[in-house]
T-cell receptor, first 116, second 114 residues
Framework: ETGVTQTPRHLVMGMTNKKSLKCEQH?????MYWYKQSAKKPLELMFV???????ENNSVPSRFSPECPNSSHLFLHLHTLQPEDSALYLC???????????????FGPGTRLTVL | GENVEQHPSTLSVQEGDSAVIKCTYS??????FPWYKQELGKRPQLIID?????GEKKDQRIAVTLNKTAKHFSLHITETQPEDSAVYFC?????????????FGTGTKLQVIP
């Protein structure tokens, strides 16, 4: 596998279920991101992990819980979701210099989540 | 925080014509401005980016201009082709001290009519 991969590609869950989304990057990057893409608000940044440390939580409800065990893997744990959480969840990675120097973000294919 | 506005939301052009998409941003600390293309059912992919020390950048049929004083930047596509049909997102990235906090615009759906 190359680039950024995500599993599962599609997920249907009830409001009381607990599930996890997985992202893996094979690019040697040091930063990973979760985005939510919906028709109402395209590409909302949810979480940023830089060198495995969470550096941004963009006012995301606690029913979304990220985990970054190492610089290549990123998880999004879901519990007690609402129907309005249905969206495409995109993972991305990039290489960030310690003094800035931003570079391209590489996106995964996304997980299409439907909450019933 | 940063706020990025993008216009128009939809754009239809005849094949061979030019397309222009405009964005404005609010945070004067933003210094990196990427543009992403997302084809239907696919992931966003970077097509061009510009940094604040440059006013214009060109890559074949695609060009981006940046006006830091006015806080706006634009994407120009010349000689459009049907495969240019997609949703285009602009973005702004302020200096966040070592990590990227990209704010995206709301997207422009470009349709190139053969």
């Amino acid at each position: 596998e190359t680039g950024v991969t995500q599993t599962p590609r599609h997920l249907v869950m009830g409001m009381t279920n607990k599930k996890s989304l997985k992202c893996e990057q094979h690019l040697g990057h040091n930063a990973m991101y979760w985005y939510k893409q919906s028709a109402k608000k395209p590409l909302e940044l949810m979480f940023v992990y830089n060198f495995k440390e969470q550096t941004e939580n963009n006012s995301v409800p606690s029913r979304f819980s990220p985990e970054c065990p190492n610089s290549s893997h990123l998880f999004l744990h879901l519990h007690t979701l609402q129907p309005e959480d249905s969206a495409l969840y995109l993972c991305a990675s990039s290489q960030v210099g310690t003094s800035g120097g931003y570079n391209e973000q590489f996106f995964g294919p996304g997980t299409r989540l439907t909450v019933l | 925080g940063e706020n990025v506005e993008q216009h128009p939301s939809t754009l239809s052009v005849q094949e061979g014509d030019s397309a222009v998409i405009k964005c404005t941003y609010s945070d004067s600390a933003s210094n990196y401005f990427p543009w992403y293309k997302q084809e239907l059912g696919k992931r966003p992919q970077l097509i061009i980016d510009i940094r604040s020390n440059v006013g214009e950048k060109k890559d074949q049929r695609i060009a981006v201009t940046l006006n830091k004083t006015a806080k706006h930047f634009s994407l120009h596509i010349t000689e459009t082709q049907p495969e240019d049909s997609a949703v285009y997102f602009c973005a702004a990235n302020p200096d966040s001290g070592g990590y990227q906090k990209v704010t995206f615009g709301t997207g422009t759906k470009l349709q190139v009519i053969p």
